[in-house]
């Protein structure tokens, strides 16, 4: 069982920048990817970034360009880095740890885009 602590997340303007954090318990070496999802109210879990453990990277189309996701191995830790927040970037972020399917899910952190 691997335990997964996100933090970092708040309220920020528009165009602003915050860096989310997650913590893992046990090596994120051990898994395929690490992830970060996120749900807006009503909506469905999404996924916003991926890292693998050779640091080859996917995102989903809405963030290309403004968000960065990377690891440390030695930590243990992931991070998400978003710039040029929007409104509609609203949700939980949601950090996972992925093998074929995300496997493990932290509590999750509140982002909230607005003026």
């Known amino acids: 069982q691997v335990q997964l602590v996100e933090s970092g997340g708040g309220l920020v303007q528009p165009g602003g920048s915050l860096r989310l954090s997650c913590a893992a318990s046990?090596?994120?070496?051990?898994?395929?990817?690490m992830g970060w999802y996120r749900q807006a109210p009503g909506q469905q879990r999404e996924l916003v970034a991926k890292?693998?453990?050779?640091?080859?990277?996917i995102y989903a189309d809405s963030v290309k360009g403004r968000f960065t996701i990377s690891r440390d191995g030695a930590k243990n830790t992931v991070y998400l880095q978003m710039n040029s927040l929007k409104p509609e970037d609203t949700a939980v972020y949601y950090c996972?740890?992925?093998?074929?399917?995300?496997?493990?899910w932290g509590q999750g952190t509140q982002v909230t885009v607005s003026s």
């Open positions: 890292i693998t453990y050779i640091e080859s990277t």
């Open positions: 996972s740890a992925i093998r074929l399917l995300p496997i493990y």
């Open positions: 046990g090596s994120i070496n051990s898994f395929n990817a």
